[in-house]
């Protein structure tokens, strides 16, 4: 389909190590956010960015996290030196229009389950 | 104080019964409010938008008192299908970036 893609589905890591996570948005959507969800928790707000430009990474935990989206299209999620309490799933959702819209609906992907033993 | 709170319950209904709940939010700069429904293991999903007016959609009717700072959901003739957890969402202006803020959710369970 032509929704929002994530991968990988499901990861596991040692503590310790880096992860990568891939979201494919929304073919021509503007807005690009990133959430983590706890066991029994709301998604948390992580980073947004407009385009390639990261306009709001406030939400991001500590500097082991890091996210990119160079080509204002495809987004990479990294987070260095795992930790235990890192696991979570990840969501990515997109927009087609910039945020400061009022109203706008997010779609979301499938997430990325993510497990550091 | 989170900027979201829900009762995450579960709220067991009888099929075909009404099940009403609500959230509450801190930020009363707050400008638009939506219903997420999230099935267990899946990615939420856009349920309906709320607005000041009330609206309703089928059998889902969501108001917003701003005064008061709370959003209802209310579901009429709950049927099976509707088993999920129903997320809160607000947001408001962040440096002139749309910040959304997700409640815990509310978990319905409607058994036969």
């Known amino acids: 389909g032509a929704g929002v893609s994530q991968s990988p589905r499901y990861k596991v890591a040692k503590r310790g190590q880096d992860v990568a996570l891939r979201c494919d948005p929304i073919?021509?959507?503007?807005?690009l956010f990133w959430y983590q969800q706890a066991l029994g928790q709301g998604p948390e707000f992580l980073t947004y960015?407009?385009?390639?430009?990261?306009?709001?990474k406030s939400g991001l935990p500590s500097d082991r996290f890091f996210a990119e989206r160079p080509e204002g299209s495809v987004s990479t999620l990294k987070i260095q030196r795992t930790q235990q309490e890192d696991s979570a799933v990840y969501l990515c959702?997109?927009?087609?229009?910039?945020?400061?819209?009022?109203?706008?609906?997010?779609?979301f992907g499938d997430g990325t389950r993510l497990s550091i033993l | 104080r989170k900027e979201v709170e829900q009762d995450p319950g579960p709220f067991n209904v009888p099929e075909g019964a009404t099940v009403a709940f609500n959230c509450t939010y801190s930020n009363s700069a707050s400008q638009s409010f939506f219903w997420y429904r999230q099935d267990c293991r899946k990615e939420p999903k856009l349920l309906m938008s709320v607005y000041s007016s009330g609206n309703e959609d089928g059998r889902f009717t969501a108001q917003l008192n701003r005064a008061s700072q709370y959003i209802s959901l209310l579901i009429r003739d709950s049927k099976l299908s509707d088993s999920a957890t129903y997320l809160c969402?607000?947001?408001?202006?962040?440096?002139?970036?749309?910040?959304?803020?997700f409640g815990k959710g509310n978990q319905v369970v409607v058994i036969p």
């Open positions: 969402v607000v947001t408001w202006d962040h440096y002139g970036n749309n910040r959304l803020a």
């Open positions: 959702a997109s927009s087609p229009i910039r945020s400061g819209e009022r109203n706008q609906p997010q779609h």
């Open positions: 960015f407009q385009n390639e430009a990261q306009l709001d």
């Open positions: 073919s021509g959507h503007v807005s």
